[in-house]
């Protein structure tokens, strides 16, 4: 667990289903067109695709937890683009 309280393991390609995949490129090219280019986009994005796709949050974990790792794994000057790339490579 880190010091926010969230246990965060390393996720991985091949842990995560199509859809999940799908489902993570959907919120972050949503949160990259956002002008909001703080950490809250990305989450106002997951929070939006997920109604639109009928699920809540309280549904779902392996999103959320990439998404986290996505927050604690950021570099400077690095679009969100970019570094769900990275992170899901």
């Known amino acids: ?12 390609k091949d842990d995560l289903s199509d859809e999940a995949i799908e489902l ?3 919120i972050v090219h949503r949160a990259s067109s956002s002008p909001d280019r703080s950490s809250r986009a990305l989450f106002n994005a997951y929070e939006e695709v997920l109604e ?3 699920l809540l949050p309280s549904d779902d974990a392996v999103l959320h937890r990439f998404l986290f790792r996505m927050q604690q794994d950021r570099r400077p000057d ?5 570094r769900f790339h990275r992170v899901l490579a």
């Open 1 to 12: 667990m880190n010091g926010s309280g969230y246990d965060t393991p390393d996720l991985h």
């Open 24 to 26: 993570l490129y959907t």
């Open 52 to 54: 639109e796709h009928g």
């Open 78 to 82: 690095e679009s969100v683009v970019e």
